[in-house]
């Protein structure tokens, strides 16, 4: 079974475009369907024609193209890919896209996609060794953008070093590697990711840090393994994972009222979402007037969402929290684990920089009631990966 069946190959312009041809025929050999996007300066190394004739499909270079938009748009286009590999990567591209610049098809497409997307680099040595294409470089692996690459040796331009873009064949690898065994098929997985907000009046709100990168990343890994998905998630500003459903909420309120609505018919439950522990006693009508140097809030505890779920009576799923820490983080864990009644829970230590709250890396601990398990520093998607593996040992 492939992984990336349905494959968008984005030809940019440098010399080893002229190797696309090939990359494209031993993906189709493979079984890949593959569509093929082409910047302006590609097409001085490599023609439309030419793509067009390997690929079997027209090939796209244009954003404003009336005809390409009716037959799909360009958000469908990025939508339809499992894939998108970047091949030859050049630098101008790397740091568009580190940019977030959406200039041409192609770089729309990228910043569109929920799709997985693949760079293969190909430049001088030079410009490869550039501190901005290095820095670059690693904003896009800090995002989850696979870097594959680029190879060593003799450049068309003469010179020695790393800088060649891979050769066809080892991309074809890359691209086809197997799908994740479904060790999730037949299970529902439901998730909570982000913060929780807190209305105080009309304009203002408690919320905290969490991005939901944590939680979407577990609702991702889950898919890959074959779970049915139901990811509840708080206001964030990052794209749902493919084949999730997504339920949007913004109180403790909302979250506990869908999360025991899902996981009565959930095998397992995870509670990663960041929820406020208070809420204001009272909210607002009308935008609150400032009065005086000093301001006091009453608040009232908000229910707890995953204690709620954990001691159902009745259909209760497998039950995993999170417990984001700054000390004592092992034993507040622990007594987590014991006193909501979980059967799991992942513990991150979060006064850690670079980890845990709105960072594309962390590290965890997990707990049972007879055992630990610890992950390393790692992408927060690959820890969730780890997570959804050791969940599917115990459903
Ligand atoms: O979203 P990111 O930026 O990627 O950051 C990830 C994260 C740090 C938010 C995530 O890894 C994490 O630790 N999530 C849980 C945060 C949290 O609220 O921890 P807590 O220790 O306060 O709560 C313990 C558990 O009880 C959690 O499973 C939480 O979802 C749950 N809880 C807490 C309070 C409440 N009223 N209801 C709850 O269900």
């Not at 990359?23 to 190394?45: D, N, P, W, Y």
């Not at 995002?143 to 060649?164: F, T």
Request: charged share 20%.
């Amino acid at each position: 079974m492939l992984k990336n069946k349905k494959i968008v190959l984005g030809i940019t312009g440098g010399i080893a475009a002229y190797k696309c041809a090939e990359l494209v025929r031993r993906l189709k050999e493979q079984g890949c369907e593959i569509k093929v996007v082409m910047t302006e300066s590609a097409k001085h190394f490599i023609t439309p024609l030419t793509m067009q004739a390997v690929s079997g499909e027209i090939v796209s270079d244009s954003l404003l193209d009336p005809s390409a938009e009716a037959a799909m748009g360009h958000i469908e286009f990025a939508k339809w890919a499992d894939l998108i590999l970047v091949a030859p990567a050049t630098s101008n591209i790397i740091a568009k896209m580190a940019a977030g610049i959406a200039d041409d098809l192609l770089t729309t497409l990228l910043l569109a996609t929920p799709a997985k997307v693949a760079i293969a680099p190909a430049m001088n040595q030079q410009m490869y060794a550039h501190p901005a294409t290095q820095a670059n470089l690693s904003t896009l692996a800090q995002r989850g953008v696979d870097i594959w690459g680029p190879g060593k040796g003799e450049q068309a331009c003469g010179d020695i070093g790393a800088g060649r873009m891979l050769e066809p064949s080892e991309l074809v690898t890359l691209c086809t590697a197997p799908a994740e065994p479904q060790l999730l098929a037949g299970k529902t997985i439901t998730i909570t990711a982000g913060p929780t907000r807190e209305p105080l009046d009309p304009v203002r709100f408690i919320s905290n840090h969490s991005s939901g990168k944590m939680g979407y990343a577990l609702a991702q890994a889950a898919v890959e393994l074959g779970a049915k998905v139901n990811l509840i998630s708080g206001p964030v500003n990052i794209a749902a994972p493919r084949d999730v459903s997504v339920i949007n909420i913004e109180t403790a309120e909302q979250l506990l009222q869908h999360s025991l609505a899902h996981a009565v018919n959930s095998d397992a439950f995870i509670g990663c979402a960041a929820v406020a522990d208070y809420r204001a006693a009272n909210i607002a009508d009308q935008k609150m007037k400032k009065q005086g140097d000093e301001l006091t809030l009453t608040l009232v505890k908000n229910p707890d969402v995953i204690a709620a779920v954990a001691n159902l009576d009745h259909k209760r799923p497998y039950t995993v929290g999170f417990a984001a820490e700054t000390q004592n983080v092992a034993s507040y864990a622990k007594g987590k684990l014991s006193n909501k009644n979980l059967d799991m829970i992942c513990a991150n230590d979060v006064s850690k920089s670079g980890l845990g709250f709105n960072s594309d890396h962390n590290a965890l601990t997990l707990y049972w009631h007879d055992q630990q398990k610890e992950l390393v520093i790692d992408t927060k998607y690959a820890l969730a990966l780890n997570v959804m593996k050791e969940l599917a040992q115990r459903l």
